[in-house]
């Protein structure tokens, strides 16, 4: 009924009074309240209506509210999880569901268990407890732990991950099913110790080892699974260095040690009971306390009666794998060492287990014998008493590198091997595998994004370290394209470290470079300059070669970016020049980068050839499926674009992107520009309808990654623009490109190279829309811009061509000629120049040429654009078809109409390729069909070609185009009967 | 949060509310198994008892802290739905309640639509909407509501009609 506020005022006092009334006097009471309103009466009716259907909200909701609550845990399971197909699912616990999964692309078989996290996103624990199974995982590189591969956030924001899926069965099995040895029954559980050694080395307590959760697999390597209850060693309290947080639930009694089932803190020991009792499984047929350990009550019972019998005794008395004498000894030590109820008199952790086993098996004297235990133990909380003390300066969760790297505790190095460690593990965490991998996710972000709000808390005392933190955290919002949050860090680990050292502190040198960086990437050239210039000054007089590439790379970057490509140019030809002692790695980046600057310079050839050199620096190294040479290929199909070859593009850009698709999360920007520039090929080759949706997926993506005003979204708003204007659609490609031209104005002001850029889109797409005046004020504005920047000719003479052909259009080909040979002349002094760049001003003169009836050097001009295309191959290029119309046109005004017909014919093919027949460039070539026609006098035709070609290009182009002019002159000739 | 009516005092009550009910209703729904349901009514009385010592320091009765609550439980209902209607990507509707008439005959209404129309009613007349939180939305019975606001639970009636017609007229449109 959507009543107003004031109507309810009145109604509601009304309708009480009615409801209240006796039924049968209600109608003569309504008469009464409403009389000469009828309006009223209505709306009160249909509220006594209302009423009266005995419907209940309040019953309906009840039933609803009740319900709603449980509904959490009972959606469906989802289909698809980033590129992951859901199969089946493979278990569900209290904090998941695990799924088994399968790439959806196809790109690769490969399956995965996938974890998708089941609590509400606003339970932080559980989060907390996800989160960091995850980052464990991430840590966890290890042939004998099924890894991380992947993770994101489903469409409610809710964190998965996908990790190795083993399949295997568990390993006392495996070696019951195999008839295993005594020494490959060993061995596997040194495959075992080792892994678990590995997760200790990195903080990482399992606390749930039991077979099901060691698999082995067809290889015969046994695989850890399930880090769900894992805990970090790092939130220790500080008397028991190596103890968890107690794991409370989900334990299995059988292999669960005395102080899991007691509930107290657990640590490496832990562990190492657990593989204890497996060993003693594998080894003696029967867990521990087999019989009386399937309900913690009764294993804590059988526990308290006392450590298990010597393992040997029991093959004695049950015949098991092995043979009792093999027991007898050495491993009856080994197993009840690994058994012991106190946790110090255990193996200290996996890793002392492992060596004691391998010890056995070359007959080594075993450390178990030598050093007790409990000495051994006392030695291990020694050693890592300085790890455990320093963790607590450390950050959330921060902290988790090798102990043995801490060994010497001079107070001294302190800070120093506690920065170091700390940062470097953060680093790792991101660039373990590749920093371009990590993606603006939930899951790292929160991390991130806690990490340094708890910066100033955590450090307070401890300047050095916040300064090393707070770069370290500004270095992966950097990677992460989190630029604001990369510069506030950086700003203040400059400030830190300018504060402690001095103004010339050696150590702010690093941090100033990353910082002009980002301060580039947020379009502050300026102040990037600055930033830089200071790193400059403080490497003179102390860095190593690196820093000092470093600064000369970087320096290129800026002034390639302000559009100064030959101190770009110079800077770059330093840089790696005095690279010859850095890494291939490096030297290959650098290759890449000079590549760049070519480019941007029109030296294709030596932009292909640093190209090349860079790609085989990259393939020798890592092979060919890596993120480098996935770049370094999407760099080489751009040069291929470059030189108009669009359909050679194609495939390596097919390429790149599936090996980005492969080892990149599914949202991330470097896809997202592989996207684009394949759907660039896609348009280029004529098939803007595949192109489009590429665009589209790719905008979302850009959007979502960055906000709008980013240097990624303005690109890909340019290139649908372009599309656009291919289909004719001009209102939609100038909205698009006037967006393009706001963001790069916003970013680094109207005057930046790329901001001209779009600004001459913009004039072209008016002129073609038919907007003559505006396309005009737009290109005189950016022509006086390019004649006050330096190096600027190349665009200069484009923009000069537009505006020739913005002549012509308004009927003035004699002005349209100065404009081009002006252009001639500015293209006459650059040696590198992109020829599809150069082929389309000799067009534009061409066209001009044959307005202004200078029909010869009009078909030279055409001949000599035709040949340069030529030369790059590019005969199915749009530009092709542009030239030959060209020099149709030409052969026209020289009224050699039979090289007319042939010209017009390719014409005709090549555009068929590339538009639709409906497509008014398929009209153009019907007026020149319709004017060949009337040439041979064949009026009937003439009329009848050049009457459809004129309504395809009124439909499409509006009347305010040179064509349709055309057109209709030709009509009023050819009706009028004249020749 | 609408929180804009309310005093900061009251305000402040009504955060911690809405979070202490997150948290019970989510502990119960983890107990709770597919069929069972959860007493909104108990959630709202745990949450007095949690957040009573609170509740005295900023000088607050019990009635005026059970229509806060109650105000919290729509929300708290409101913005689970709307994260159920995130998931599944449709909207919710809710089957009103049909005594008489047959299943087909009864329309269904969205909550969020619910949501907007208590919002309206909120603006109207906040004890209407006070009495249709505490009846609704956290289930009380209209003799323990009519103590609560010390009126006749025929008066308490009257107020309720009009405040569901008002309701029923919103979500008609």
């Known amino acids: ?979 | 949060m609408p929180t804009h009516s309310l005093d900061p005092a009251s305000a402040d009550v009504y955060a911690a509310a809405y979070d202490e009910l997150l948290r019970i209703a989510r502990r119960e729904r983890r107990k709770a198994n597919a069929s069972a349901t959860v007493n909104t009514t108990a959630l709202v009385h745990e949450t007095w008892l949690k957040l009573r010592s609170h509740i005295e320091t900023v000088d607050l009765d019990r009635t005026h802290f059970l229509a806060i609550a109650a105000r919290a439980m729509r929300q708290v209902l409101i913005d689970h739905a709307r994260r159920g209607i995130a998931r599944k990507r449709e909207h919710l509707s809710v089957t009103l309640d049909h005594a008489d008439d047959g299943p087909d005959s009864t329309p269904a209404f969205d909550i969020l639509e619910l949501d907007a129309a208590m919002r309206r009613l909120e603006g109207l007349d906040a004890r209407l909407a006070r009495v249709v939180d505490l009846h609704v939305f956290s289930g009380m019975e209209f003799h323990e509501i009519a103590t609560l606001e010390g009126i006749p639970e025929r008066s308490l009636f009257r107020l309720w009609r009009n405040a569901r017609v008002f309701l029923l007229a919103e979500l008609s449109s």
């Not at chain 1, 993770?151 to 998965?160: A, C, H, Q, Y």
């Not at chain 1, 899926?165 to 075992?192: N, W």
């Not at chain 1, 110090?344 to 007790?372: E, I, K």
């Not at chain 1, 989190?482 to 506030?488: L, N, R, S, V």
Request: hydrophobic residues 45%; negative net charge; charged residues 25%.
């Open chain 1, 1 to 979: 009924m959507n009543i107003r506020n004031e109507d309810w005022r009145e109604l509601l006092p009304l309708f009480e009074h009615l409801s209240e009334a006796a039924p049968d006097t209600r109608e003569h009471l309504l008469d009464e309240l409403t009389r000469g309103r009828p309006q009223l009466r209505a709306r009160l009716l249909q509220l006594l209506d209302l009423d009266a259907c005995g419907q209940s909200i309040a019953h309906s909701v009840a039933q609803w509210r009740e319900r709603l609550l449980l509904d959490a845990d009972q959606t469906p399971p989802p289909t698809r999880l980033g590129p992951w197909r859901i199969v089946r699912e493979l278990g569900a616990g209290g904090m998941g569901q695990v799924f088994l999964a399968e790439r959806a692309d196809g790109t690769y078989e490969q399956k995965v268990a996938l974890k998708l996290i089941r609590a509400e996103l606003n339970d932080e624990s559980a989060i907390r407890r996800f989160l960091d199974e995850r980052r464990m995982l991430a840590v966890l590189d290890h042939p004998g732990i099924a890894g991380l591969i992947d993770g994101g956030v489903d469409e409610s924001g809710r964190p998965w991950f996908a990790m190795h899926h083993v399949e295997g069965i568990p390993l006392p099995e495996y070696c019951t099913k195999h008839q295993a040895s005594l020494d490959e029954r060993l061995r596997l559980l040194i495959a075992v110790c080792d892994a678990v050694a590995y997760a200790h080395r990195h903080f990482v307590v399992h606390c749930d080892l039991k077979p099901s959760n060691v698999l082995v697999d067809a290889s015969g390597q046994p695989q850890l699974l399930d880090f769900g209850i894992a805990r970090w060693l790092e939130r220790a309290p500080l008397p028991d260095p190596h103890s968890a947080t107690t794991a409370t639930h989900a334990l299995t009694p059988g292999y669960a040690s005395p102080e899991q089932l007691a509930g107290e803190p657990l640590g490496t020991t832990s562990d190492v009971y657990a593989i204890g009792a497996m060993l003693h499984e594998v080894l003696g047929g029967q867990r521990p306390y087999a019989g009386s350990d399937t309900r913690v009550a009764d294993a804590v019972q059988a526990q308290a009666r006392g450590e298990p019998p010597a393992v040997s005794l029991l093959a004695q008395q049950h015949p098991g794998p092995v043979a009792p004498r093999q027991l007898r000894g050495d491993l009856d030590t080994i197993v009840s060492t690994a058994l012991r109820h106190d946790p110090a008199q255990r193996y200290p952790d996996a890793a002392a287990l492992g060596d004691d086993l391998r010890a056995f098996l070359s007959g080594r004297p075993l450390c178990a014998q030598r050093n007790s235990p409990r000495h051994r133990a006392r030695k291990f909380v020694a050693r890592h008493r300085l790890a455990v003390a320093l963790s607590v300066l450390a950050l959330i969760g921060l902290i988790a590198t090798t102990a043995i790297a801490l060994q010497q505790n001079a107070v001294a190095r302190r800070e120093l091997v506690a920065t170091r460690a700390v940062r470097d593990f953060l680093l790792d965490i991101f660039r373990g595998i590749d920093p371009r991998e990590t993606n603006d996710q939930i899951d790292t972000r929160l991390l991130i994004d806690r990490s340094a709000a708890n910066l100033d808390n955590a450090l307070k005392t401890q300047p050095e370290l916040a300064a090393s933190f707070a770069q370290a955290l500004g270095e992966v919002y950097f990677h992460l394209a989190a630029y604001d949050q990369a510069e506030t860090m950086l700003q203040r680990a400059l400030d830190l470290t300018r504060a402690r050292e001095g103004m010339q502190a050696p150590a702010s040198a690093p941090v100033l470079r990353i910082l002009a960086q980002t301060l580039a990437e947020r379009g502050k050239l300026g102040e990037a300059d600055a930033a830089l210039a200071s790193a400059r000054a403080i490497d003179s007089q102390h860095a190593d070669i690196g820093a000092r590439v470093d600064d000369d790379a970087i320096a290129a970057d800026l002034a390639q970016l302000a559009g100064k490509l030959d101190q770009a140019q110079k800077l770059i030809d330093a840089a790696i020049n005095s690279a010859d002692s850095l890494p291939s790695s490096r030297r290959a980046t650098l290759l890449n980068q000079r590549a760049q600057v070519a480019a941007a310079r029109g030296a294709l050839d030596d932009a292909e050839r640093d190209t090349q050199a860079a790609l085989a620096l990259f393939r020798e190294q890592d092979g060919n499926d890596t993120l480098d040479v996935a770049e370094n290929l999407i760099n080489l199909g751009v040069l291929r674009m470059r030189r108009g070859d669009a359909a050679g593009a194609e495939p390596i850009f097919r390429e790149g992107l599936a090996t980005y698709q492969r080892r990149l999360p599914s949202e991330h920007p470097l896809l997202a520009k592989a996207m684009s520039n394949l759907a660039r090929a896609l348009d280029r080759e004529g098939k803007s309808d595949e192109a489009e949706p590429i665009y589209l997926d790719v905008l979302a993506m850009q959007r979502r990654l960055f906000g709008e005003t980013h240097a990624d979204v303005a690109t890909t708003l340019n290139n649908l623009a372009v599309l656009h204007v291919g289909r004719s659609e001009y209102a939609k490609a100038r909205t698009m490109m006037q967006a393009v031209v706001d963001i790069w104005t916003r970013l680094s002001g109207a005057r930046h190279p790329l901001a001209l850029a779009s600004r001459t889109n913009l004039g072209v797409i008016e002129r073609e829309e038919g907007d003559y005046a505006a396309a005009r004020a737009t290109l005189e504005s950016v022509l006086a811009d390019y004649r006050s920047l330096p190096d600027m000719a190349a665009r200069e003479a484009g923009c000069l061509d537009q505006l020739g052909t913005l002549d012509r259009y308004e009927g003035k080909p004699d002005q349209a000629l100065v404009r081009h040979r002006e252009a001639a002349a500015l293209r006459a002094g650059l040696k590198q120049l992109n020829p599809l760049e150069r082929a389309a001003g000799l067009v534009a003169w061409s066209l001009s040429e044959s307005a202004a009836g200078a029909g010869a050097s009009a078909r030279e001009h055409a001949i000599a654009a035709l040949t340069l295309l030529d030369s790059v191959k590019a005969q199915s290029d749009p530009h092709y078809a542009d030239a030959l119309v060209a020099r149709a046109r030409a052969e026209l005004a020289l009224h050699d109409i039979k090289a007319a017909t042939a010209s017009v014919q390719v014409a005709a093919a090549v555009r068929a390729k590339h538009f639709p027949a409906s497509d008014w460039r398929n009209a153009e070539i019907e007026l020149l069909e319709a004017e060949l026609a009337a040439q041979r006098a064949q009026r009937t035709s003439a009329i009848t070609k050049a009457a459809h070609a004129r309504d395809l290009l009124i439909a499409q182009r509006g009347v305010n185009n040179p064509l349709v002019d055309q057109a209709k002159r030709l009509l009023t000739r050819e009706h009028a009967g004249a020749p």
